[in-house]
């Protein structure tokens, strides 16, 4: 399974035709990702490499931010949530991994925890599934948001036009 490559960013275009072309792409190849990720179970412990893609994809986004429309803060509201929920479960995974290296999970206590964050993880995980279904397996909606990126970076909107005025 192959993770999503940064973004190539190309001297002689403007800021606006690097995001047009960057961003779609690098959209596509993160939904992708998470496709091949979560088609079978993935073990939660695995979505943490989903996590990390998705905080990239998301900081990508935000950096050209200001070149979008207001409907760009929908898109990283919900890459906001897909970080969080993924953090919870990588929480939970590296807390019962620490457990067991320093040698806790054989006591009763440790046990009880090490099972419950497990039990934990694994049912974050079977959620997770359901809002990765809920936002990104939609076509039609994928399909919007990579228009979107693709032609709205640096479009005006109808907002009045940056100007400076000179003194009179």
Not at 19 to 43: N, S
Not at 123 to 140: C, I, L, N, R, Y
């Amino acid at each position: 399974m192959k993770e999503p490559k940064p973004l190539h960013w190309k001297a002689e275009l403007t800021v606006a035709e690097n995001a047009r072309e960057q961003l779609p792409a690098a959209l596509k190849r993160y939904l992708a990702f998470g496709d091949e990720l979560l088609e079978g179970d993935a073990h939660p412990r695995e979505l943490h490499r989903l996590r990390l893609a998705t905080k990239h994809i998301r900081y990508s986004i935000e950096v050209f931010e200001g070149l979008f429309g207001p409907r760009i803060q929908v898109l990283l509201k919900i890459l906001r949530e897909t970080q969080q929920s993924l953090g919870a479960i990588s929480d939970a995974t590296a807390t019962a991994e620490w457990l067991k290296k320093k040698g806790l999970s054989r006591e009763a206590e440790a046990a009880r925890l090490n099972d419950f964050l497990k039990e934990r993880a694994a049912k974050q995980a079977t959620e997770f599934a359901g809002f990765w279904q809920k936002h990104f397996a939609d076509p039609q909606e994928r399909q919007r948001w990579l228009q979107y990126l693709e032609h709205y970076a640096g479009r005006n909107y109808g907002r009045p036009a940056n100007r400076t005025q000179t003194p009179g």
